[in-house]
C-alpha cells in the first residue's frame, strides 16, 4: 500500500520568510512518482512539479525549490522569499507501479503567509 | 489544449436524494479518474477508469455510489441516496501517463443537508 505523510497541518510566516513543507511517503514499488500540488482558495488543484524515483536531483524554480532523499522516503518543498500569493494548500502525492497508477496524496499543509 | 470539464460547479441537495455529476476528460487520456475531497482532507481516489473499463473502485461505496465511463471519454459519477458525509468536492482528473502527470478539474462542491 502507498501512503503520503505531510507532518505539517498548518505553517504560518511573514512575507520574505523562507519555509519548507515536508512530505514523507511509503511505497514497496521500484518505480514511482512523486508530485507537488497547490490547492488556493478558489480550489483547483494546480501542478507545481513530478519527479521519478530514479532522478533523485534537487530541482529550482524561481523562487520554488524541492530536494529529494531516497535514502530517507522524502521529497521537501522549500519556498524561499515567501508572498502573501503562496498562501495555499499544498499536497504531496504519489504514484506507484504502472503507467497509468493512481495518485495517493497527503494531508495537506495549509500555507499562511502574513504581509 | 481544453482541460477537464466538470459539472455542475456547485450542487446542493437534501440527504437521500440523488445527484450525478458529470466529466469530460482531455481529448486523447485513456485514464480517467474520481476523486472525493473531504473538507480538510487531501483528495481520496474513487474509481480510476483506463479507456472505459474499471481498473480500480476499491474505496468507492458501491452501495450508493456509481460510475460509468461510457464510449471510453466523459464519465458519470452518481451518489444515490446521498448520505450527509457525502458532502465533499469532487475532483476529475485525467491523463495520457503517469510521465505526463494528471490534470484536474475545477471540481463539484456538494452539499449534503
Known amino acids: 500500500a502507498q501512503k503520503v505523510t505531510q507532518a505539517q497541518t498548518e505553517i504560518s510566516v511573514v512575507e520574505k520568510e523562507d519555509v519548507t513543507l515536508d512530505c514523507v511517503y511509503e511505497?514497496?514499488?521500484?518505480?514511482?512518482?512523486l508530485f507537488w500540488y497547490k490547492q488556493p482558495p478558489s480550489g483547483e488543484l494546480v501542478f507545481l512539479i513530478r519527479r521519478n524515483s530514479f532522478d533523485e536531483q534537487n530541482e529550482i524554480s524561481g523562487r520554488y525549490s524541492w530536494n529529494f532523499q531516497k535514502s530517507t522516503s522524502s521529497f521537501n518543498f522549500t519556498i524561499t522569499a515567501s508572498q502573501v500569493v503562496d498562501s495555499a494548500v499544498y499536497f504531496c502525492a504519489l504514484a506507484g507501479g504502472t503507467s497509468y497508477g493512481k495518485l495517493t496524496f497527503g494531508q495537506g499543509t495549509i500555507l499562511t503567509v502574513h504581509p | 489544449e481544453a482541460g477537464v470539464a466538470q459539472s455542475p460547479r456547485y450542487k446542493i441537495i437534501e440527504k437521500r436524494q440523488s445527484v450525478a455529476f458529470w466529466c469530460n476528460p482531455i481529448s486523447g487520456h485513456a485514464t480517467l479518474y474520481w476523486y472525493q475531497q473531504i473538507l480538510g482532507q487531501g483528495p481520496k481516489l474513487l474509481i480510476q477508469f483506463q479507456n472505459n473499463g474499471v481498473v480500480d473502485d476499491s474505496q468507492l461505496p458501491k452501495d450508493r455510489f456509481s460510475a460509468e465511463r461510457l464510449k471510453g471519454v466523459d464519465s458519470t459519477l452518481k451518489i444515490q441516496p446521498a448520505k450527509l458525509e457525502d458532502s465533499a468536492v469532487y475532483l476529475c482528473?485525467?491523463?495520457?501517463?503517469?510521465?505526463?502527470?494528471?490534470?484536474f478539474g475545477s471540481g463539484t462542491r456538494l452539499t449534503v443537508v
Open positions: 511505497t514497496r514499488d521500484t518505480t514511482y512518482y
Open positions: 482528473a485525467s491523463s495520457s501517463e503517469v510521465l505526463y502527470g494528471y490534470t
